[in-house]
């Protein structure tokens, strides 16, 4: 497991993966507060080490990121090492996921990267779907949820979340 492997590594295996899939970025630093911009619309990108650093990666996107990512109506993507403790994950995507969704900020995802198992779990309210960035050289597993009317993401799906990552943790 890569978890809290550290960020400069961590953003190096990142950034070999969307150039070898072909996927166009401004890099760290081209605008405030996030740490990649990707083709393909605006995906606001953020990579944490950990998952429960997402929640510092909204504070860290507030100050630009998110406010331009509502305006354009774009995609805010957060991403982290697949979890060695899927049950200490849910709290923090699902925190992500709403929290975005408070800001209206509709179009959101949550990735994980699973370097040792060659794949992607891409997590995502099932009104709105996934991001329009492809993964082709890695496998993605899609792990859509239901939200209420206000795309918030309750406690059903978040043990439908946990039990998902459970099992995507033993394949």
Partial sequence: MLEGV??????DLVRKLFMREGIKYLPPGAL???DYVLSGGFVFFELEDTVKEAYNAL?????????????LKEWVVIGSPFPQRPSQAV????????????????????WLF???????????????GISPIRFRTIEEKVLLLKSNEKHIVGRKESE???NALKNLARE
Wanted: glycine share 4%; proline share 2%; net charge positive.
């Fill in 91 to 110: 709290a923090p995507i699902v925190y992500v996921l709403n929290e975005t969704a408070r800001r209206r900020i509709a179009k959101r995802e949550f």
């Fill in 114 to 128: 699973d370097f040792e198992k060659d794949r992607i779990i891409r997590i995502a309210d099932e009104s709105i």
């Fill in 59 to 71: 504070k860290q996107m507030e100050i630009k990121a998110l406010k331009l990512a509502f305006m």
């Fill in 160 to 162: 439908k979340l946990l």
């Fill in 32 to 34: 405030k507060g996030v």
């Fill in 6 to 11: 550290g960020e400069a590594y961590l953003d």
